[in-house]
């Protein structure tokens, strides 16, 4: 006899992946990811990614230390703007 339990029901996860063009400004570009996001949780995203460094321009193709400074540090306010729901 198999310790194994067969599921009961099929569980479905909505993904949403985000994508916009960035302006130079970065509270543009946050208010801009916030909307995004919202539209896809009012469709039923339960996780939506977001394009990385999308508060600015995307420089990563060469290192330029005047860009170190766009870093924000852990616990900044990108990360929780606009969060009014419960995360799992």
């Excluded at 995004?36 to 990385?52: D, F, K, V």
């Amino acid at each position: 006899m198999s310790n194994r339990t067969k599921p009961t029901s099929k569980r479905s996860v909505t993904v949403a992946l985000t994508q916009m063009p960035c302006s130079p400004d970065p509270e543009q570009n946050l208010a801009r990811q916030l909307q995004l996001i919202e539209q896809a949780a009012g469709r039923g995203a339960q996780i939506i990614c977001t394009p990385e460094l999308f508060k600015s321009h995307y420089f990563c193709q060469t290192e330029d230390h005047r860009f170190f400074d766009l870093a924000a540090p852990i616990g900044h306010s990108s990360a929780t703007a606009g969060s009014t729901r419960t995360m799992v």
